[in-house]
């Protein structure tokens, strides 16, 4: 697998991530049955989706991208689907994490 199809896969278990956790939020505590369903198919996914990006980038590394992604979209998702509006302090902290993302992955030379 090329390293741009980990990446791919990379962006698909993102996305995944971010489903599953806004289907977490409206499964109400795992009491809705559809919402519940789709948490679960989702995070199992997102996990494949991992493990195929692990073949070729390191854990740490495919880790930190994942997370750090993850909770920027789930923000963004959490201010248009749910009206979360972060504060300033908020913000701040998603850029640091916009920056470790970007060092991790463009300044890390482990392998």
Known sequence: MSLATSYLFLAIAVILGVTSNSFAKSAEGFTLLFPSIITGIT??????????????????????????????????????????????????GLGLIIIGVLMVNLLSSSS
Do not use: E
């Open 43 to 92: 995070i199992v996914m997102c996990m494949y989706a991992l493990s195929m990006v692990m073949k070729n980038i390191p854990m740490g590394i495919t880790y930190a991208s994942f997370a750090g992604l993850t909770i920027i979209a789930t923000v963004v998702v959490g201010v248009i689907r749910f009206n979360q509006i972060p504060n300033l302090y908020t913000i701040i």
